[in-house]
T-cell receptor, first 110, second 115 residues
Framework: SQQGEEDPQALSIQEGENATMNCSYKTSINNLQWYRQNSGRGLVHLILIRSNEREKHSGRLRVTLDTSKKSSSLLITASRAADTASYFCATDEDTGKLIFGQGTTLQVKP | DTEVTQTPKHLVMGMTNKKSLKCEQHMGHRAMYWYKQKAKKPPELMFVYSYEKLSINESVPSRFSPECPNSSLLNLHLHALQPEDSALYLC??????????????FGEGSRLTVL
């Protein structure tokens, strides 16, 4: 079963611009995580935000969580060509399952 | 060592073959996972092992048979697969499974083609 819906499905920006991706989910969660996947590779964990947190920062990443709206956003500031990848949100349903959203494909043009 | 190692990287098999995918981690993690990922789709959870016991099976067909010989190793045995089973198979581990799962560490995947 897929929990999250991500928006937009695809995003193309110029290097140096900011990229914002959104994730919506349906059930209550313990935490929400964001992962990056380069083409054909494994997933890399970026950041985890707990259900009692509203905002979290890690380097050029900023994540927000609104549990009342069951939504989260990932902001990548000052994007680089190396940020080109697919980005997935994943929700921890407190059942031992981490369920991934549909993903956003980000292209950063040099 | 924060690596999850998967072998083989690529596998081509016929529908009557029996093969296995292997996964290894040495981070002391007690939860291990198999995910299946089709092109341009998100990873789909297949199995979760917690403390070497199968805790979640997401209604996966019996032609996929997981095995956890010890806390560091996870295998996925494949038999009588169909062409639609062709996908990237991802192994992951985490410190624990269940309440507040935390970060998953993924391997690079095994790309399976079924002819």
């Amino acid at each position: 079963s897929q929990q999250g819906e991500e928006d937009p499905q695809a995003l193309s920006i110029q290097e140096g611009e900011n990229a914002t991706m959104n994730c919506s989910y349906k059930t209550s969660i313990n935490n929400l995580q964001w992962y990056r996947q380069n083409s054909g590779r494994g997933l890399v964990h970026l950041i985890l935000i707990r259900s009692n947190e509203r905002e979290k920062h890690s380097g050029r990443l900023r994540v927000t969580l609104d549990t009342s709206k069951k939504s989260s956003s990932l902001l990548i500031t000052a994007s680089r060509a190396a940020d080109t990848a697919s980005y997935f949100c994943a929700t921890d349903e407190d059942t031992g399952k981490l369920i991934f959203g549909q993903g956003t494909t980000l292209q950063v043009k040099p | 060592d924060t690596e999850v190692t998967q072998t083989p990287k690529h596998l081509v098999m016929g529908m009557t073959n029996k093969k296995s995918l292997k996964c290894e981690q040495h981070m002391g993690h007690r939860a291990m996972y198999w995910y299946k990922q089709k092109a341009k789709k998100p990873p789909e959870l297949m199995f979760v092992y917690s403390y070497e016991k199968l805790s979640i099976n997401e209604s996966v067909p019996s032609r996929f048979s997981p095995e956890c010989p010890n806390s560091s190793l996870l295998n996925l045995h494949l038999h009588a697969l169909q062409p639609e089973d062709s996908a990237l198979y991802l192994c992951a581990s985490s410190q624990v499974a269940g309440t507040d799962t935390g970060e998953l560490f993924f391997g690079e995947g095994s790309r399976l083609t079924v002819l």
